[in-house]
């Protein structure tokens, strides 16, 4: 089977070499260039998107923010999935507030700002501290303001009013701040039976609103309470294909952050932990072959390597270290692949974490310093 994939980063990269053994081929349209490329080599084809979708069996995404016209020129051939609704949700933080909602799934308090008026009626409803996140565009903690005292509000406002003046469609989304303990996500597929399979959750640690660390965790309340959420919202949508629920844990009770559409950063730990890894499993689905186990084999974190193109050697010795880098030219806080850190127990998995915190600079990989520290105390 020949699948498109609507993007052409790492994630459309590492389903391309996942779907390679099961003999599903992949061509990665890239949005931003409006080139029909090799995911793996980026040399770009003589197709057009036309001709990419005539020549495809099954369409599907790798990332939300997809002109409304190319996705609904992916739906209308009638091989897209998950559908644009889905994209469109994990693209615009109203749809996805009211999707929320309408899942009967728990989410921070919010309201929707166009006008000062509304700022001022937000403060009174969701209250300070707040976040202030675009609906549109914003992704990894861009686009988004801390109101932590009335008196911030006027040089806020300026802010957003430049972004709201800046894009037509654009609104701001006010959100109570959340007081959570930790930040957790459960990625999963559903087939177009609705048949569910989810990943172990994992834990991860955000620097500067980034992903920087995310270990596969054995929480089974909370992994009750992500799975009853994860199947209102993947029911809702109709959705085929990998889901992401981003949760917080506050005091033990989950509230939705927000959800991705697709194969996930906090889901490449998959790859060398679980049975079937993320980016496999998301090609089953889409293509309709039977899903593969979700299941644990071995404990793993994944530590994302940013705007780093080179990792000391002694690395690549060490047992359970995996490498992945994504073929990119270095740029400052760039995602340019992860390490996927194996062991057999979880202590040995702290004791490895505190191993490779001696190989990694302490600047580029903060949150493996700080962890090997906690572990160390
Ligand atoms: P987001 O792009 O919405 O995932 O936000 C980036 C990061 O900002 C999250 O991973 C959280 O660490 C933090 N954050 C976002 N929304 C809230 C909130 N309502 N309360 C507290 N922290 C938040």
Known sequence: MHVLVLGAGQLARMMSLAGAPLNLTLTAYDVTTNRVVHPLTQATTPQTLEQAIADSDVITAEFEHIPDDILATCEKSGKFFPTSQAIKAGGDRRIEKALLDDA?????????????????????????????????????????????????????????????????????????????????????????????????????????GVLSLSTAIDAPDLQLQAETMFAAVAKRLDYVGVLALEFFDVNGELLVNEIAPRVHNSGHWTQQGAEVCQFENHLRAVCHLPLGSTKLVRETAMINILGEDSLPPELMAMEGCHIHWYGKSQRPGRKMGHINLTADYPGQLQRKLCEIANYLDKQAFPAVHRLAKDIQD
């Open 104 to 208: 009967g799934v728990k989410n921070a308090t919010y309201a929707i700002i166009h006008t000062r008026a509304d700022f001022e009626q937000a403060i009174d409803t969701v209250g300070i501290p707040m976040v202030l996140k675009t609906a549109l565009g914003g992704y990894d903690g861009k686009g988004q303001w801390r109101l932590k005292d009335r008196a911030q509000a006027d040089a806020i406002w300026k802010e957003m009013q430049a972004c709201l003046d800046d894009a037509k469609q654009q609104a701001i989304v006010a959100e109570q701040f959340v007081p959570f303990q930790r930040e957790v996500s459960l990625v999963g597929a559903r087939n177009a039976n609705g048949d569910i399979e989810t990943y172990p959750l994992a834990e991860n640690i955000h620097v500067d």
